[in-house]
C-alpha cells in the first residue's frame, strides 16, 4: 500500500485516490481485510468476515471505476452491523438463535450501497437483535473499546462503532432503536447518524422495535455520513413506514446551512443529577464554539424528558415481544428438541441470550389481559407528549444539543449485573427514537475517569426536526472544520 | 401496580413461549419487577384527553398495487429450514 495511513483518509479523499489509480478497490480491500483480522483479535468487533465477498465486490468496482462509471462510494471498504439481512451471508443478528441463519434477501439500504459499489469486509459483532448499551449482551462475546480493552464501545452497535474508530473500513452501517449509534458513536469518538424514522428503509433490518428502529451510519466525519445517507435514502415499497418524501442530497448541500442563522437550544432536563461533570464541561464547551461560530444559544425546556425513558422501556419490549415470536426454530435458526411445541420452548429457552429472554417477558407481561392499559396503553399516551415536547421546542430554535450518554464509557462487567442501570446509559438518546427525530453524535473532546489510566472520548447530540438532517449534518459539519476530535484516534498496532 | 410473583413470570413465560429454568425464573421475576417499578413514573403522568402515539409517520394505508409479481421462490423460502418435505417444513407431531 503506497499511500500512507491510508485508514485515515476521509470518503472525498479515499475516492480521489481511487479515481487517480493510487491505488485500486483490490489493493485497499487487501490492506481492510488484514486489518479487520489483527483487529479482531483484540476488538471482537466483527461476527462473520466477508473476505471472498468482498474481493468479487473490489474487483469489479475497479472495473467500474476504470470505465468511468464510478459514484463517490465505488470500491471503498465498509462493515455492516449484523443485524442486516446480507444474501448469501450468514446473519447472526448478535444472538447465537441465528448462529446457522442465511438470509436470501438483502437489506435494501446495504444493497442501495453495494449498488453503489462499496465494499463489503464484514459484518459487526452487535448485542443480540440489537437488544443493548454495551456490546456485553452478544451471544459471540463482548466488544472491546479500542481506547481501553477494559471498558465497553457502547451499543448496540458496538461492534461497527470499534470498527470505524479503529479505522477498519471507511465506516459502517447500524441501527438506532434507543440510541443503539449515537452512544456506541460517542463511546468511541466518532460520527453517528440517525435519521429520522423512515428516512432510511428497514426491510431486512432483523425488526426490535418496529415503530422506532432506524438504520444509519458510523462514520470518521459528518461529511462523511453525509455521503452514505445520499445512497441509502429514499422510499422503499417493501417498507410501508418508509417515507415518501424526496431524500436530499445532505453531501452536495453541506455549506449550505448558515450557521450565523441557526439557533440551538439547550433543555435544562439533560443537565441532571447522574450527567457527569467532565461529560458537563465537554458539553458546554462545544455549546460555546457553536455560539463562537455565530448560532443563537436558546434555553428551552423537554418537561417530559424524564419519562422518555419509561416510555421506551414498555413501548418497545412490547413490540419485542411481538417481533420474536418468528424464533419459534421452524423455518430458520436452530433448534433444540423433537414435538413439535417443546421445540419451540426448548429452543427458545436454548439460544435467546438472557437480555433478550428479559424483553420478551418484559414486553408479553406489559401487552397481556389485565395490564395492557395500564402500561402499553399508557406509555403510547405519554409518546404523544414527549413527540409535543418536541414539536413546542423546533418553533423556537432550529437544533438542540446535548450529552449523548450521562457518563464516560463505563467497565466491562459493571453494569451487566442490573439490568436497571444498563437501561439507563439510554436516558438521553431515546427521546430522538420516540419522536422519530434525526440525530448525530460527534465528538467533542476526552477525558480520563476516576477509575481508569487512559483519556476516554466524550460525544455530543445534535437532534433536528423530522426531515431536517440536513440541517444537522451542516452544523457538525462547520464544528468539524474548526475542531480536529473527530481526526483524534485510538493508538492500535494493526 | 401489584407486585410481581413468580406466578407472574410463569405464566408470562408460557405466553412468550420460553422454558425457563427455575433460576431463571427467580432471577427474571427479580430483575422485571425492578424495571416495572421503574416505568411506574408513568403513572403519575396526566394523560386525560392525550391521544396515542403509535407510529411517528403520519402515513396511512401505505399499500401497493394489487397485482401479481415476483416473490420468494419455494426453494429460497425453504432453504433455512432443518427438514423439508415436498415443499414442506416438518416437524415431528
New interface residues.
Given amino acids: 500500500m503506497k499511500i500512507s495511513k491510508v485508514e485515515e483518509l476521509s470518503i472525498k479523499k479515499i475516492h480521489e485516490a481511487l479515481l487517480k489509480s493510487e491505488t485500486t478497490s483490490v489493493e485497499l480491500t487487501k490492506y481492510h481485510l488484514e486489518r479487520v483480522e489483527k483487529f479482531q483479535k483484540v476488538s471482537n468487533a466483527f461476527t462473520t468476515i466477508t473476505k471472498e465477498f468482498a474481493l468479487k465486490q473490489a474487483g469489479e468496482a475497479d472495473k467500474r471505476i476504470k470505465s468511468g462509471k464510478s459514484t463517490l462510494l465505488t470500491g471503498i471498504p465498509f462493515s455492516v452491523k449484523d443485524v442486516f439481512s446480507t444474501t448469501g451471508i450468514r446473519t447472526t443478528a448478535g444472538s447465537k438463535i441465528l448462529d ?3 438470509p ?2 438483502t437489506s435494501t439500504v446495504i444493497q442501495k450501497l453495494f449498488d453503489a459499489g462499496a465494499v463489503m469486509i464484514a459484518k459487526n459483532n452487535c448485542d443480540p437483535f440489537a437488544f443493548g448499551a454495551s456490546n456485553e449482551n452478544s451471544g459471540y462475546g463482548p466488544v472491546k473499546n479500542p481506547w481501553d480493552e477494559s471498558r465497553v464501545p457502547g451499543g448496540s452497535s458496538g461492534g461497527s462503532a470499534a470498527a470505524v474508530a479503529a479505522r477498519v473500513g471507511y465506516f459502517s452501517i447500524g441501527s438506532d432503536t434507543g440510541g443503539s449509534i449515537r452512544q456506541p458513536a460517542g463511546f468511541t469518538g466518532i460520527s453517528g447518524l440517525k435519521v429520522t ?2 428516512r432510511n428503509s428497514r426491510y431486512g433490518l432483523l425488526a426490535m422495535g418496529s ?1 422506532l428502529d432506524t438504520p444509519g451510519i458510523l462514520a470518521k466525519s459528518a461529511e462523511d455520513t453525509s455521503i452514505i445517507e445520499a445512497f441509502m435514502a429514499g422510499h422503499d ?1 417493501n417498507d ?5 418524501s424526496l431524500p436530499e442530497d445532505y453531501y452536495k448541500n453541506i455549506e449550505k446551512t448558515n450557521i450565523k442563522n441557526l439557533k440551538i437550544g439547550v433543555a435544562k432536563e439533560y443537565f441532571i443529577e447522574g450527567l457527569d461533570p467532565q461529560v458537563e464541561k465537554a458539553t458546554k464547551d462545544a455549546i460555546q464554539k457553536f455560539k463562537e461560530l455565530g448560532a443563537e444559544i436558546v434555553e428551552i425546556s423537554l418537561p ?1 424528558t ?2 422518555a ?3 421506551y ?2 413501548i418497545v419490549p412490547s413490540e419485542i ?1 411481538s417481533n420474536m ?1 418468528r424464533y ?1 426454530s ?4 436452530q ?1 433444540k428438541g ?4 417443546e ?4 429452543s ?2 436454548e439460544f ?1 441470550e438472557p437480555e433478550v ?2 424483553r ?3 414486553g ?2 406489559a401487552l ?1 389481559a389485565g395490564y395492557y392499559d ?2 402499553y ?9 414527549v ?1 409535543k415536547d418536541f414539536e413546542k421546542a423546533f418553533e423556537k430554535v432550529d437544533l438542540i444539543i446535548a450529552p449523548t450518554s450521562p457518563t464516560l464509557p463505563f467497565k466491562l462487567g459493571e453494569k451487566t449485573g ?3 442501570q444498563m ?1 439507563l446509559a439510554d436516558v438521553f438518546t431515546v427521546p430522538a427514537n420516540i ?2 427525530i434525526p440525530g448525530l453524535s460527534f465528538p467533542v473532546g476526552f477525558a480520563k475517569p476516576k477509575d481508569g489510566k487512559h483519556e476516554l472520548p466524550i460525544g455530543v447530540q445534535l437532534l433536528g426536526k ?1 426531515f431536517d438532517e440536513e440541517k444537522i449534518i451542516s452544523a457538525v459539519h462547520a464544528y468539524q472544520k474548526v475542531t480536529d476530535w473527530h481526526k483524534q484516534m485510538p493508538k492500535l498496532e494493526l | 401496580m401489584a407486585k410481581l410473583t413468580k406466578e407472574d413470570i410463569k405464566h408470562t413465560a408460557e405466553l412468550a413461549k420460553i422454558k425457563l429454568s427455575e433460576s431463571e425464573i427467580e432471577k427474571y421475576t427479580k430483575e422485571l419487577a425492578s424495571v416495572l417499578g421503574y416505568v411506574d413514573i408513568l403513572s403519575e403522568v396526566d394523560t386525560k384527553d392525550v391521544e396515542e402515539t403509535a407510529q411517528v409517520t403520519n402515513l396511512e394505508n401505505s399499500l401497493r398495487e394489487d397485482e401479481v409479481r415476483d416473490s420468494l421462490s419455494r426453494e429460497d423460502a425453504l432453504s433455512n429450514a432443518k427438514d423439508t418435505d415436498d415443499g414442506f417444513i416438518v416437524t415431528q407431531r
Fill in positions: 446457522n441463519y442465511t436470501v434477501y424514522y423512515g415503530s415499497e410501508g413506514t418508509s417515507s415518501g417530559y424524564k419519562y425513558l419509561a416510555v422501556y414498555v415481544s415470536a419459534d421452524l423455518r430458520f435458526g433448534a423433537e414435538k413439535y411445541m421445540r419451540v420452548v426448548e427458545r429457552e435467546l429472554k428479559r420478551i417477558m418484559l408479553t407481561y397481556s395500564a402500561y396503553k399508557k406509555a403510547m399516551k405519554v409518546r404523544t407528549l413527540r442490573d439490568p436497571l437501561y419522536a422519530g423530522q
